[in-house]
T-cell receptor
Framework: DAKTTQPTSMDCAEGRAANLPCNHSTISGNEYVYWYRQIHSQGPQYIIHGLKNNETNEMASLIITEDRKSSTLILPHATLRDTAVYYCIVSPRRGGSNYKLTFGKGTLLTVNP | DVKVTQSSRYLVKRTGEKVFLECVQDMDHENMFWYRQDPGLGLRLIYFSYDVKMKEKGDIPEGYSVSREKKERFSLILESASTNQTSMYLC?????????????????FGPGTRLTVL
């Protein structure tokens, strides 16, 4: 799996947009970008994924650069409950033995009141 | 909703004991996973299973074994627990044919078991 680089921690004010960057410069053509988050004392939870187009769902937006070497997860109006560790993962679309998701250390996002 | 349950939230064992961590999922998922999570190291995959009685080593299988006798249950076994196996253990499952709107690869996690080996 391609490796990702994320900042160790970030802060955001409640109600403001949180923009979490991720570098994945060695991503290959068949690999997706996935974002998961882990709230304290819980297991990780899927947020969003993308291949090359920008994506939006009820939780977040994902912006992937044209060269696919980096991406940004956007939480448009961060709340205190969004305080969590956010993981950026690149992985092939499922098939064969490609079931694994390799979690790195992630970014601890702290949303402040 | 998918539910992944783990047998204990907290567990304390002594060095040398045999430890079983149990995970059950109720959504008929083919794939199941065991991770451990340590401060500063993130989540690391120990073993995974893509079918009953099938298993594959993850990134850190040493000191662990697994058992999958039934589709819904995946057990992690520490044959002789050691203090360096003190950690948070997380179980996950995923369907063989993942939902395209979820990236085909969504994993569902349990709440975790915090194991302390004294």
């Amino acid at each position: 799996d391609a490796k990702t680089t994320q900042p160790t921690s970030m802060d955001c004010a409640e109600g403001r947009a949180a923009n979490l960057p991720c570098n994945h410069s060695t991503i290959s053509g068949n690999e997706y970008v996935y974002w998961y988050r882990q709230i304290h004392s819980q297991g990780p939870q899927y947020i969003i994924h993308g291949l090359k187009n920008n994506e939006t769902n009820e939780m977040a937006s994902l912006i992937i650069t044209e060269d696919r070497k980096s991406s940004t997860l956007i939480l448009p109006h961060a709340t205190l409950r969004d305080t969590a560790v956010y993981y950026c993962i690149v992985s092939p679309r499922r098939g064969g033995s490609n079931y694994k998701l390799t979690f790195g250390k992630g970014t601890l996002l702290t949303v402040n009141p | 909703d998918v539910k992944v349950t783990q047998s204990s939230r907290y567990l304390v064992k002594r060095t040398g004991e045999k430890v079983f961590l149990e995970c059950v999922q109720d959504m008929d998922h083919e794939n199941m996973f065991w991770y451990r999570q340590d401060p500063g190291l993130g989540l690391r995959l120990i073993y995974f299973s893509y079918d009953v009685k099938m298993k594959e080593k993850g990134d850190i299988p040493e000191g662990y074994s697994v058992s999958r006798e039934k589709k819904e249950r995946f057990s992690l076994i520490l044959e002789s627990a050691s203090t360096n196996q003190t950690s948070m253990y997380l179980c996950a499952s995923s369907p063989l044919a993942g939902a395209p709107q979820r990236g085909y690869n969504e994993q569902f996690f349990g709440p975790g078991t915090r194991l302390t080996v004294l």
